[in-house]
């Protein structure tokens, strides 16, 4: 049988990230032209420092909920009835892919490219990648990031994440697979555009007034896929920095989740909407949903052709299916998650 020999390359002092810390420097090469919409009204919204950060953060965190030696988080919300009620949502058969294609040249959204070599003979391959940032489709450990020296469920930091993995909490947690009911938010549809500016924050009330529209509500163990249009936006005007300028949830929105049972979440980019609009918490939606909630997130993931055939079967909600390589210790892995509708 051919070999293909795969290797996936994370530094845990970089993928497991301080919340505390400065924003990253924008990368070199970055795009100019993408600049950060007004923050307006919504720098005014709570949380706005982290003092109101660290109030939300206790506010919403699960630590103890599933027992103190939970390493699942929110996945245990994922139970034998909804995924039954999941695989019923399968009703065409359609299968759409929510993984953009490995992006194998340097870009300003893609400091690390996808490393693809064949081998001598040309029938085995090689194949290296790190993950973890702004361009490659791919499910985050709840070991990935950090809060005050703990992880979920209040692991100390220095236990989990040493030089051999992560010791709890690692992406083989995941190994018997995710099998759930996945729902698109579409924001850029609901608003008519065809994708959102870099630096806009989705709140609250824009998901509800997707729901409205759509016709759909989130429920407990549902996954979340929040698009803003990136792919779109990115295949237009080409690739900016997201690191720097980024749409996304704002962080309010981690009370709606914990109120609504979200179970897994993920968008187009990752997530947070960038620049952080909390003074001194640079990613702040990442920070509440994962070491907080307890929620593996989805980052990169291209939702152009599952809201294409959403909006053609008026339906905004599937089955979704994916099943993690399981590194021990790993801090996530490249992710080709499946709708099928």
């Known amino acids: 049988m051919p070999r293909r020999i795969f290797a996936v390359t994370t530094a845990f002092g970089l993928a497991a ?9 924008q990368q070199p090469g970055a795009q100019e032209g993408a600049k950060p919409s007004a923050p307006g009204a919504a720098a005014a919204r709570f949380p706005t420092n982290a003092a109101e950060f660290d109030q939300l953060f206790n506010e919403v965190k699960n630590w103890g909920r599933w027992g103190k030696d939970d390493q699942l988080g929110s996945a245990n919300l994922i139970t034998e009835a909804k995924r039954k009620q999941a695989i019923g949502l399968a009703k065409t058969g359609t299968s759409v892919s929510l993984a953009h294609n490995a992006l194998t040249e340097s870009a300003p959204d893609n400091p690390s490219p996808f490393d693809h070599t064949m081998n001598r003979g040309f029938t085995t391959d090689t194949v290296k990648v790190s993950f973890h940032g702004y361009a490659h489709s791919h499910i985050d450990a709840l070991c990935h990031i950090l809060y005050k020296g703990q992880t979920y469920n209040g692991y100390p930091t220095a236990e989990v994440n040493t030089e051999k993995g992560c010791t709890k909490l690692s992406i083989d947690n995941l190994k018997s ?23 806009t924050p989705v709140f609250q009330e824009d998901i509800e007034a997707w729901e409205k529209q759509a016709g759909v509500k989130v429920s407990a163990g549902d996954a979340i896929f929040l698009r803003t249009g990136r792919w ?22 981690a009370r709606w989740m914990k ?10 980019d990752a997530l ?27 980052d990169n993931q291209d939702l152009e052709a599952v809201a294409e055939t959403a909006a053609k079967m008026k339906r905004w909600e599937f089955l979704l299916v994916l099943g993690p390589f399981p590194v021990t210790g790993g801090t996530g892995f490249p992710a080709n998650a499946l709708a099928i509708f």
Not at 17 to 25: G, P
Not at 233 to 251: D, E, V
Not at 284 to 297: E, F, K, S
């Open 17 to 25: 990230l301080v919340a505390t810390a400065i924003a990253a420097a």
């Open 177 to 199: 697979g995710i099998v759930t009911r996945g729902v698109l938010i579409d924001i850029p549809r609901l608003k008519g555009l065809p994708y959102l500016e870099p630096g």
């Open 232 to 253: 779109a936006r990115r295949a237009k005007l080409g690739p900016w920095n997201l690191s720097q300028n980024a749409a996304g949830f704002h962080a309010s929105v």
């Open 259 to 268: 109120a609504r049972g979200v179970s897994f979440a993920g968008s187009d």
């Open 272 to 298: 947070d909407v960038t620049p952080s609009l909390v003074e001194g918490v640079a990613l702040p939606i990442h920070t509440l949903v994962i070491p907080g909630l307890g929620i593996n997130i989805f």
